[in-house]
């Protein structure tokens, strides 16, 4: 197994200057290190800051409850992937917005938009919309950390249709999961896909795409297309979308 991930705010700029050496990482992670994963010396883990720099480290001791003195090896950049996946994700009922962000950032995807589409129960408001916010964002941080990412998903605010279709202008591949039998859509495991830029996915609230939101997609140049046979919940559809995706573009190979 690789080594576990616990993340930083930023590397000190003499770390980079001088190819490494020693540094205590302290606070929530540095209790989570010592304390729950109880790291010892002589272990490996890997410090990054979420946005693609990282460093390998030895762990030299663990003193008191929250401090880990570790022996960094130089900083490294990860480059982005290409092409680049964000998935615009309507706001799930309950928990399962959570859950989907989860499972797509395990599964690889590079950003996620929270989309409050026309036929979503749940609406995100004053205090309770930023606090779901800081819960997607949260899960995001820890589930990147769990896959062993160094490079997290952001998690943008929370977007209108129509924020949502000038993304979709912009991307190089554009696609809207939408399975109804009286509506055409192409199979997206056929779709010819583009090597690099840009790959927007929309996946719909339970009640699926409104005709409104279909016709203002489509407007931009976003074509309806189905995974399967059968029908996926909104907190599933995103992470099988994002898997089929990863292996046709080769960033699973």
Same mark, same amino acid.
């Given at each position: 197994m690789t080594a576990p991930v616990f993340v930083?705010?930023?590397?000190?700029?003499?770390?980079?200057?001088?190819?490494?050496?020693?540094?205590?990482?302290?606070?929530?992670?540095?209790?989570?290190?010592?304390?729950?994963?109880?790291?010892?010396?002589?272990?490996?883990?890997?410090?990054?800051?979420?946005?693609?720099?990282?460093?390998?480290?030895?762990?030299?001791?663990?003193?008191?409850?929250?401090?880990?003195? !570790?022996?960094? &090896?130089?900083?490294? $950049?990860? #480059?982005? /992937?290409?092409?680049?996946? %964000?998935? +615009?994700? @309507? !706001?799930?009922? &309950?928990?399962?917005? $959570?859950? #989907?962000? /989860?499972?797509?950032?395990? %599964?690889? +995807?590079? @950003?996620?938009?929270?989309?409050?589409?026309?036929?979503?129960?749940?609406?995100?408001?004053?205090?309770?919309?930023?606090? @779901?916010?800081?819960k997607w964002r949260a899960t995001a941080r820890e589930a990147g950390k769990q896959s062993r990412r160094v490079r997290f998903p952001e998690v943008a605010d929370a977007a209108s249709s129509k924020q949502v279709a000038a993304l979709l202008a912009e991307a190089d591949f554009a696609a809207v999961l939408h399975e109804d039998r009286d509506y055409g859509s192409a199979a997206l495991a056929t779709a010819q896909l583009p090597s690099a830029g840009e790959i927007v996915l929309v996946v719909g609230p339970e009640g699926g795409v409104s005709p409104e939101e279909l016709a203002l997609f489509e407007g931009v140049g976003a074509k309806a297309y189905r995974l399967g046979a059968s029908v996926l919940r909104t907190s599933t559809a995103g992470t099988a979308a994002t898997a089929l995706l990863l292996g046709r573009t080769g960033r699973w190979s």
């Open positions: 930083v705010e930023s590397f000190p700029p003499h770390l980079a200057a001088a190819g490494g050496g020693q540094y205590v990482l302290d606070g929530a992670e540095g209790r989570h290190a010592v304390s729950v994963k109880r790291m010892r010396a002589g272990e490996t883990v890997v410090l990054t800051d979420g946005a693609g720099r990282w460093a390998e480290g030895e762990v030299v001791a663990a003193e008191g409850k929250d401090q880990l003195v !570790l022996r960094l &090896g130089p900083v490294v $950049e990860e #480059a982005a /992937e290409s092409p680049r996946i %964000t998935v +615009v994700q @309507a !706001l799930p009922k &309950g928990d399962r917005g $959570e859950l #989907a962000v /989860e499972t797509m950032t395990e %599964t690889g +995807v590079d @950003a996620i938009v929270p989309w409050a589409a026309a036929r979503c129960v749940t609406q995100w408001r004053g205090d309770r919309g930023l606090k @779901a916010l800081a």
